[in-house]
T-cell receptor, first 114, second 109 residues
């Protein structure tokens, strides 16, 4: 079956521009997570959705970052006024339930801010 | 906040050797997970552990949930070239999962 998909796979943008990253979770998965992975680093939690609501936004690094999820499915992570330090791989994961176990990851979007 | 210490940071081993890596924390976790990430891909779940003391195998991989609930190890026996990648541990608490910084496994021919 289809796994988690993310688009675009690569995004190069200029400093100051806004970007939107998309995640399509596995069908039927109610929980969706966004992580950021900088070069050579572990996974930094950004935000978690249960259905369309986000009970945990604690990981968003600044108010330039926002995310939404519609129809309990697709999610969009938006970064406004991008900075060079935003360059990283942004990973999305989904899970069948609201627990934090057994997350299934997408391939990620590699964001480069020039 | 909660943090995981994963070691070693990287390993260079000969094909056929056994591998051992571990994660420790000052915090108690309810779940321990081990993931593998290959270049250009997202992490893939290898083993999930749900009970203190639990020892679980998946082929050549074996992982254990420490009895104190503050640590876990992953062993890989008889390594092969496709084992190359970054291995992440993750501890699951009541409200979120915390990931270690990963162990990069390199296999020498």
């Amino acid at each position: 079956g289809a796994g988690v998909s993310q688009s675009p796979s690569n995004k190069v943008t200029e400093k100051g521009k806004d970007v939107e990253l998309r995640c399509d979770p596995i069908s039927g998965h109610t929980a969706l997570y966004w992580y950021r992975q900088s070069l050579g680093q572990g996974l930094e939690f950004l935000i978690y959705f249960q259905g369309n609501s986000a009970p945990d936004k604690s990981g968003l690094p600044s108010d330039r970052f926002s995310a939404e999820r519609t129809g309990g499915s697709v999610s969009t992570l938006t970064i406004q006024r991008t900075q060079q330090e935003d360059s990283a791989v942004y990973l999305c994961a989904s899970s069948p339930t609201s627990t934090y176990n057994e997350q299934f990851f997408g391939p990620g979007t590699r964001l480069t801010v020039l | 906040g909660q943090q995981l210490n994963q070691s070693p940071q990287s390993m260079f081993i000969q094909e056929g050797e056994d591998v051992s890596m571990n994660c420790t924390s000052s915090s108690i976790f309810n779940t321990w997970l081990w993931y593998k990430q290959e270049p250009g891909e997202g992490p893939v779940l290898l083993i999930a552990l749900y009970k203190a003391g639990e020892l679980t195998s998946n082929g050549r991989l074996t992982a254990q949930f420490g009895i104190t609930r503050k640590d876990s190890f992953l062993n890989i026996s008889a390594s092969i070239p496709s084992d190359v990648g970054i291995y992440f541990c993750a501890g699951g608490g009541d409200d979120k999962i915390i990931f270690g910084k990963g162990t990069r496994l390199h296999i020498l021919p």
